[in-house]
């Protein structure tokens, strides 16, 4: 079972509506998670950290933690086109493992 | 504030030539983590400075290495180049540690030819 995994779509979601999009980790102890956006050809941008059970707005994102069953999501509402990215799931595996994993990404398109 | 650098962007390479990758991470930063992205792998990572001191390493050969200096600028290299190394190489820089929230850098695309 991989560490983090992402469904790599692609994800085909109509402008203006909500986009979900899920992450699920191994490691039960994980810590920390970030979800990032990356633009085709350019570097991965962090858009979101999330550290406890709950949810985090952030304009139109939301990012959704739930440990107990080891799940992060991200919800982009009022999907723009400028949104059509792959977004990677990162998360910090408990402690004695001191870096980043990072899912392989789910490609977003935006259709207008 | 100014954000992760990196050089050069674009690089080939012949199989067996080696290396040498640069970054300078956003101010104030004293981590700088490094990592391989290819299409069939994703993000991998490949070490962590912190104070001009390895603190964590990936499942990587030998092959790969880097340092810091005192002013966190960072160097990656890799000897005796594979075809299977061509891949985009980025740099990030965090405050905390290659646990915590990274900023990458805009990367530098390596072709072994």
């Known amino acids: 079972q991989k560490e983090v995994e992402q469904n790599s779509g692609p994800l085909s979601v109509p402008e203006g509506a909500i986009a979900s999009l899920n992450c699920t980790y191994s490691d039960r102890g994980s810590q920390s998670f970030f979800w990032y956006r990356q633009y085709s050809g350019k570097s991965p941008e962090l858009i979101m950290s999330?550290?406890?059970?709950g949810d985090k707005e952030d304009g139109r994102f939301t990012a959704q933690l739930n440990k107990a069953s080891q799940y992060v999501s991200l919800l982009i509402r009022d999907s723009q086109p400028s949104d059509s990215a792959t977004y990677l799931c990162?998360?910090?595996?408990?402690?004695?493992?001191?870096?980043?994993?990072f899912g392989t990404g789910t490609r977003l398109t935006i259709i207008p | 504030k100014a954000g992760v650098t990196q050089t050069p962007r674009y690089l080939i390479k012949t199989r067996g030539q080696q290396v040498t990758l640069s970054c300078s991470p956003i101010s104030g930063h004293r981590s700088v983590s490094w990592y391989q992205q290819t299409p069939g792998q994703g993000l991998q990572f490949l070490f962590e400075y912190f104070s001009e001191t390895q603190r964590n390493k990936g499942n990587f050969p030998g092959r790969f290495s880097g340092r810091q200096f005192s002013n966190s600028r960072s160097e990656m290299n890799v000897s005796t180049l594979e075809l299977g190394d061509s891949a985009l190489y980025l740099c990030?820089?965090?405050?905390?540690?290659?646990?915590?929230?990274?900023?990458f850098g805009p990367g530098t695309r390596l072709t072994v030819t």
């Open positions: 999330i550290y406890s059970n």
């Open positions: 990030a820089s965090s405050l905390y540690g290659a646990t915590g929230e990274q900023y």
């Open positions: 990162a998360v910090t595996p408990p402690f004695g493992n001191e870096k980043l994993t």
